[in-house]
């Protein structure tokens, strides 16, 4: 469907453009329709990079917050050897 609309919107659009920038700096004539695909084209890259670089984060923010639990989990394990030395006595002077 996007296609399609793609296309209808290059037949519709045909005419010429020159874009004039500062000092006198201009483009070659390029049809609208090119103008308009181009933008849309540098809008999905750049997201797409701003997407990139957040994944790229997060995982690096996910990476940092595993080695964290990884050494308060160490940290914790004589605390909970101790506490399952405890349980096992108590059972076994109940028994």
């Given at each position: 469907?996007?296609?399609?609309?793609?296309?209808?919107?290059?037949?519709?659009?045909?005419?010429?453009?020159?874009?004039?920038?500062?000092?006198?700096?201009?483009?070659?004539?390029?049809?609208?329709?090119?103008?308009?695909?181009?933008?849309?084209?540098?809008?999905?890259?750049?997201?797409?990079?701003?997407?990139?670089?957040?994944?790229?984060?997060?995982?690096?923010?996910?990476?940092?917050?595993?080695?964290?639990v990884?050494?308060?989990?160490?940290?914790l394990?004589?605390?909970?050897?101790?506490?399952?030395?405890?349980t096992?006595?108590?059972?076994?002077?109940?028994?």
């Amino acid at each position: 469907m996007l296609f399609i609309l793609g296309i209808t919107f290059a037949m519709e659009n045909t005419s010429w453009v020159v874009l004039r920038y500062y000092f006198g700096l201009e483009t070659p004539p390029i049809p609208i329709f090119l103008l308009a695909l181009f933008s849309v084209f540098l809008g999905v890259l750049l997201a797409g990079v701003g997407f990139i670089f957040d994944e790229w984060s997060l995982k690096r923010a996910l990476r940092e917050k595993e080695r964290e639990v990884a050494s308060l989990e160490r940290e914790l394990r004589p605390y909970r050897e101790r506490e399952r030395g405890i349980t096992e006595l108590g059972t076994k002077e109940s028994i």
